[in-house]
């Protein structure tokens, strides 16, 4: 791999896995029946954020600020995408670790690098 | 212009690359095609069931309220015994209803029952013999005739013998001629033939206007036996634009009420059905038919995006050397990046595509030999290929970023 690489700390680590767990798991459940009810393109945006989600997380774990940003942007656009489908919770398990992430994230955002 | 031109060179990369190892990408993407066809297929019945249903709904009256003894669902707190002992609408209450409903646009009388309908020595067995007041036409939207005309008031208040057949009984008994003028038996007595219905295909919820014969309601009473209990009777009644159904069972519920002489402590002795509940009961059956689909195909697109990713993670490891090459050219971390994204979105997009295709194909095989048209929604097709297309960038998305990552020198010095 080329030029230098920071080193990843072992929270950073645990939170890539646990959001990747977390993306596979919710991208099955955006063509769900329920999703689907909701809206003919629903489930579509719903998986593009997933997908935001995924690759923001493989950002964060090469330690790259983009993967921070991707994840912050995602997180909006999936809380934006709730509050149309009319299903946003503020005390969601899902919604608490999120804001949990991103505290995480900003806290080791100064350390990470800045290109692609 | 620039980000145009790297795209197109990145997918033509990606297209070769593909092309140079069909076997390998055919197989990598059948995973994504099973899956596809698993989802869409399910979604694509359970929306044609819901569409031929609501078509079935639509020709029975969404807006009609039908005045029954029986419900048709049951709840456990009212006994069905219960129901046994309540009156049968009657036709003087759907005088006093016409007279005295605000919300209703029209409304009708009707009792069926089965017999066989004859003509010479064509006979057509499980004739649905119903029995119409006037205005049974301006509240079922069934009722639409192709030849012939519609029972005149003077032939309803007089029970002249008339009919009006649906297109199955003129087939059978008239084949090839025109059933209007002609006289058949009915019930045993001699009736004349004064129109014949449109031809409306099989209905999912039964009792099709094809195999339907109408009569003035005062002609067929005189037929058959009124206290039989299996004759069972309705009155029809319409909403007038703007009423909604809530509006006007509310309102029914006060008349009848009324009519039937309930003090408030005593419960209703008349159901008032609507069509919705005949949809809201198969609710339960689809949604557990399409979490079925969505389990099994889900499963199978995550095994397909794993397939793909170890498939993309063999193609870098294969071209590390070509990624050095055209590193050392000059080639940016992002131009790497989306020529292996791009792969990988092709594959799992053509695997969604065999998959629709083959849904596609099914469609057009099966007909209407299902008693119903099986159709493709668009909706399903962009549902199919945007999940296709995440699926493929999701899988491709951690090789295409180890490759753009490689140190050229390194790369260049691979021997793979």
């Known amino acids: 791999m080329v030029g230098f690489y920071k080193k990843r700390h072992i929270i950073l680590s645990i939170l890539c896995i646990i959001g990747w767990i977390m993306v596979v798991l919710n991208f099955l459940d955006a063509f769900s029946p329920s999703v689907k009810k909701l809206g003919q393109f629903y489930p579509a945006l719903y998986s593009l954020v997933m997908c935001m989600q995924f690759i923001a997380f493989v950002g964060i774990w090469y330690m790259k600020r983009w993967g921070v940003e991707l994840f912050i942007a995602s997180y909006f656009a999936e809380t934006i995408l709730f509050v149309f489908m009319n299903t946003v919770s503020y005390t969601s398990p899902t919604f608490v670790l999120s804001v949990i992430f991103i505290i995480v994230l900003l806290v080791f955002y100064r350390k990470m690098d800045v290109n692609l | ?416």
């Open chain 2, 1 to 416: 212009m620039l980000a145009l031109h790297l795209f197109r060179e990145s997918f033509r990369f990606a297209f070769s690359a593909l092309l140079q190892n069909k076997l390998r990408s055919i197989l990598s993407l059948l995973g994504i095609t099973i899956g596809i066809f698993s989802i869409i297929a399910v979604f694509t019945f359970i929306d044609s069931i819901q569409i031929s249903l609501e078509n079935d709904v639509n020709n029975l009256g969404s807006n009609v309220i039908y005045i029954q003894k029986w419900p048709w669902t049951f709840t456990k707190e009212y006994p069905w015994w219960k129901y046994m002992n309540r009156p049968e609408p009657s036709m003087s209450e759907l005088d006093l209803i016409q007279k005295k409903c605000k919300d209703a646009d029209a409304a009708a009388y009707s009792f069926s029952t089965s017999n066989t309908v004859q003509y010479q020595n064509n006979s057509v067995d499980n004739v649905n013999v119903t029995a119409i007041s006037p205005d049974y036409d301006k509240v079922m939207s069934l009722v639409k005739i192709v030849s012939g005309r519609y029972i005149t008031p003077n032939e309803f208040s007089s029970g002249a013998n008339v009919a009006i057949i649906g297109s199955d009984i003129a087939a059978g008994l008239f084949p090839g001629q025109d059933a209007v003028g002609r006289t058949i038996k009915i019930l045993g007595r001699k009736t004349l033939v004064v129109g014949v219905l449109q031809k409306e295909g099989e209905s999912m919820l039964g009792g099709s206007a094809d195999i339907c014969a109408l009569l003035p309601v005062n002609y067929e009473r005189t037929l058959i036996d009124m206290k039989n209990m299996f004759i069972q009777s309705r009155i029809m009644v319409k909403a007038a634009e703007g009423v909604s159904n809530e509006q006007l069972i509310s309102e029914l519920t006060g008349i009848m009420r009324g009519l039937r002489h309930l003090s408030p402590t005593e419960d209703d002795d008349f159901a008032l059905n609507q069509t919705s509940m005949l949809t809201s009961g198969f609710a339960p059956a689809f949604d557990a038919i399409a979490v079925i689909g969505w389990v099994i195909g889900g499963f199978s697109i995550l095994v397909g995006g794993i397939g793909i990713a170890n498939i993309m993670f063999v193609s870098v490891k294969e071209r590390t050397a070509l990624i050095g090459i055209q590193k050392s050219l000059g080639a940016k971390n992002y131009f790497i990046l989306m020529q292996f994204i791009i792969e990988a979105i092709m594959l799992s997009l053509l695997g969604g595509l065999f998959g629709l295709l083959i849904i596609y194909a099914i469609t057009l095989l099966v007909g209407d030999s299902l008693g119903m048209k099986i159709i493709l929604t668009a909706s399903n097709v962009i549902l199919g290929l945007t999940i296709s297309a995440l699926i493929g960038l999701i899988s491709g998305f951690i090789p295409a970023y180890t490759a753009s990552q490689l140190d050229p020198v390194e790369a260049i010095r691979s021997t793979y």
